[in-house]
């Protein structure tokens, strides 16, 4: 995993990415992120029934565009 900031950090915060790739609800790859801290927002690494990632359960999982990553923060990261 890749630690990272979402585009998006003044809302969902800094997360570790946990999936990439595509979904069917969003065209192209997507960037599944288990955050950092608790958002209302935030999923459970799971959209419509179908598990992507797991996470510390609802609320704690968000998904992005990989170009709303803002940082990565572990320059050693693969």
């Known amino acids: 995993p890749i630690p990272c900031v979402p585009w ?3 809302t969902s915060g800094h997360g570790t990415v946990k999936y990439v790739g595509k979904t ?4 192209g790859k997507v960037v599944g992120l288990e955050l950092d801290s608790w958002y ?3 999923n459970d690494g799971s959209v419509n029934g179908k598990r992507f ?3 510390k359960g609802p609320g704690w999982g968000y998904f992005t ?3 709303s990553i803002a940082e990565v923060l572990d320059k050693k990261a693969p």
């Open 24 to 27: 069917g609800f969003s065209k």
């Open 65 to 67: 565009k990989p170009s």
């Open 40 to 42: 209302e927002k935030g």
């Open 8 to 10: 998006q950090s003044q």
């Open 53 to 55: 990632f797991v996470t």
